[in-house]
């Protein structure tokens, strides 16, 4: 059973940058494909990328490209995501989750990381 | 990269049905057999319901079902149940390892 633990909660300011991490454990870190999506307060979900550890390529939503890093370190089996250029629509819950590679779904889900952007 | 089509909310008696729809386009929900859906409860993570159109998670009861029709798909409800108030989301896969949710559908149980 893969479980996906994230940071806890953070407060940012306009302009800051911040970073949310994931660890998994009970599995093979290097063959996860893992992804992060968004939800802002009463929205729906959004995807933003995702990132292959194994391959250390990351690919990104069009709408974040260039203000979102995603990265993987295989020592911790932990994800990253770095959200730069805060403003106050970014504020939201932040999941990863665990896609399941045969079946191209997300399958395993973190128990979200809330951000709050404010000045 | 649109977000998936649903309608906002949909009602059912305890023991009725509902059905669900979500409209992509040929890019992700037509293109692909790999449309999703997820349960979410207020304060919760979503929870993978459906997978592969059609397929069912260990656990998760038969009466949830779902279907595929061009660029539409559907997941149904049957015997609603008063745990199944949630939202649901669709999802499909889009790609080059991209995917791509719907707005949501809030299922409310009269």
């Known amino acids: 059973q893969v479980q996906l633990v994230q940071s806890g909660a953070e407060v940012r300011k306009p302009g800051s940058s911040v970073k949310v991490s994931c660890r998994t454990s009970g599995g093979t870190f290097t063959s996860f494909v893992l992804s992060w999506v968004r939800q802002a307060p009463g929205q729906g979900l959004e995807w933003m990328g995702g990132i292959i550890p194994i391959l250390g390529k990351a690919n990104y939503a069009q709408k974040f490209q260039g203000r979102v890093t995603i990265t993987a370190a295989e020592s911790t089996s932990t994800a990253y995501m770095e959200l730069s250029s805060l403003r106050s629509e970014d504020t939201a819950v932040y999941y990863c989750?665990?896609?399941?590679?045969?079946?191209?779904?997300?399958?395993?889900w973190g128990q979200g990381t809330p951000v709050t952007v404010s000045s | 990269q649109s977000a998936l089509t649903q309608s906002p909310s949909a009602s059912g008696s305890p023991g009725q049905s509902v059905t669900i729809s979500c409209t992509g386009t040929s890019s992700d929900v037509g293109g692909y057999n790999y449309v999703s859906w997820y349960q979410q409860h207020p304060g919760k993570a979503p929870k993978l319901m459906i997978y592969?159109?059609?397929k069912r998670p260990s656990g998760v009861p038969d009466r949830f079902s779902g279907s595929k029709s061009g660029n539409t798909a559907s997941l149904t409800v049957s015997g609603l149940q008063a745990e199944d108030e949630a939202d649901y989301y669709c999802s499909s896969y889009a790609g080059s390892n991209t995917w791509v949710f719907g707005g949501g559908t809030k299922v409310t149980v009269l």
């Open positions: 592969e159109v059609s």
């Open positions: 989750a665990r896609v399941f590679r045969q079946q191209l779904v997300l399958g395993d």
